[in-house]
């Protein structure tokens, strides 16, 4: 059982900065996928970035340039979503997750609001 935790959400004007944190536990191994997904109001969930079982980064488009991931050097079990340039449309929960072979886990996400 993997267990995740996050951190970092909260309200931020148009243009402003925001850093999440996910720390995961549990039975991880080797060459696991771990990451962001985001869902905004009646849209479906999507993904932000991740880090792949290679260590590869995958972002989507519409944040490109904008958000970073990273990997605590340490302790490879806990990632950063650093957003910056943050608009209207990033609004949603984000939710860390975890990919392992044959299982996904998912945290219980944290409410990110660009708002005015």
């Known amino acids: 059982q993997v267990q995740l935790v996050e951190s970092g959400g909260g309200l931020v004007q148009p243009g402003g900065s925001l850093r999440l944190s996910c720390s995961a536990s549990g039975m991880l191994f080797t060459n696991y996928a771990m990451g962001w997904h985001r869902q905004a109001p009646g849209k479906q969930r999507e993904l932000v970035a991740v880090?792949?079982?290679?260590?590869?980064?995958?972002y989507a488009d519409s944040v490109k340039g904008r958000f970073t991931i990273s990997r605590d050097n340490a302790a490879k079990n806990t990632v950063y979503l650093q957003m910056d340039r943050l608009k209207y449309e990033d609004t949603a929960v984000y939710l860390c997750?975890?990919?392992?072979?044959?299982?996904?886990?998912w945290g219980q996400g944290t409410q990110v609001t660009v708002s005015s």
């Open positions: 997750y975890v990919r392992l072979a044959l299982s996904t886990y």
């Open positions: 880090f792949r079982g290679d260590d590869s980064t995958i």
